[in-house]
T-cell receptor
Framework: AQKVTQAQTEISVVEKEDVTLDCVYE???????LFWYKQPPSGELVFLIR????DEQNEISGRYSWNFQKSTSSFNFTITASQVVDSAVYFC???????????????WGLGTSLAVNP | EPEVTQTPSHQVTQMGQEVILRCVPI?????FYWYRQILGQKVEFLVS????????KSEIFDDQFSVERPDGSNFTLKIRSTKLEDSAMYFC???????????FGDGTRLSIL
């Protein structure tokens, strides 16, 4: 079965704190992709990052960093020096192979609602 | 930057009525998807579409649902006879190929009365 678990339902931090959002996934595929999307209060889904299963290098983009560990099936997301504008729901998603070749549907976690307070 | 556009942004419909949600994917993208998100819940896959046919559909995507790409640019989701439980945000997404990220439209909020 393919599954994404985001155990943290809600996190509240004070501005400038660092915060880590956890994501654990399950899949039998050997090739897969992991994603993080941000959903601000306005409701749209904003793509943040994609990581493929063969690339375990951590990635940093500004205040955002991601830690992919296949050994623990985790793909955690850290925001450094959080800001009020980071307040949103963050979804981790797994791209699973649908069939022989085409399309990869996204399987989503329940999301973590992050509130950054001034 | 190219965007996926969805119209309308909000649709209010009486139960039992047909509704069509419209999407214009990014122009050079070949893979198309519909997802839905019931208020406060996670995003759920509905259907994927490639080469003018459905690649996969979820158990949510029953006979009341259909998708079409009528003119090479639009990608529509039709719900034939809406139910109260169809109330949700519906997101369209597209990707250039199956390994590229899916880019999402801003969603259509569907409210069934």
């Amino acid at each position: 079965a393919q599954k994404v678990t985001q155990a943290q339902t809600e996190i509240s931090v004070v501005e400038k704190e660092d915060v880590t959002l956890d994501c654990v996934y399950e899949t039998r595929d050997t090739t897969y992709y992991l994603f993080w999307y941000k959903q601000p209060p306005s409701g749209e889904l904003v793509f943040l990052i994609r990581r493929n299963s063969f690339d375990e290098q951590n990635e940093i983009s500004g205040r955002y960093s991601w830690n992919f560990q296949k050994s623990t099936s985790s793909f955690n997301f850290t925001i450094t020096a959080s800001q009020v504008v980071d307040s949103a729901v963050y979804f981790c998603a797994l791209s699973a192979a649908i069939n022989a070749g085409n399309n990869r549907k996204l399987i989503w976690g329940l999301g973590t609602s992050l509130a950054v307070n001034p | 930057e190219p965007e996926v556009t969805q119209t309308p942004s909000h649709q209010v419909t009486q139960m039992g009525q047909e509704v069509i949600l419209r999407c214009v994917p990014i122009s050079n993208h070949l893979y198309f998807y519909w997802y839905r998100q019931i208020l406060g819940q996670k995003v759920e896959f509905l259907v994927s579409f490639y080469n003018n046919e459905i690649s996969e559909k979820s158990e949510i995507f029953d006979d009341q649902f259909s998708v079409e790409r009528p003119d090479g640019s639009n990608f529509t989701l039709k719900i034939r006879s809406t139910k109260l439980e169809d109330s949700a945000m519906y997101f369209c997404a597209s990707s250039a190929n199956r390994s590229q990220p899916q880019h999402f439209g801003d969603g259509t909020r569907l409210s069934i009365l």
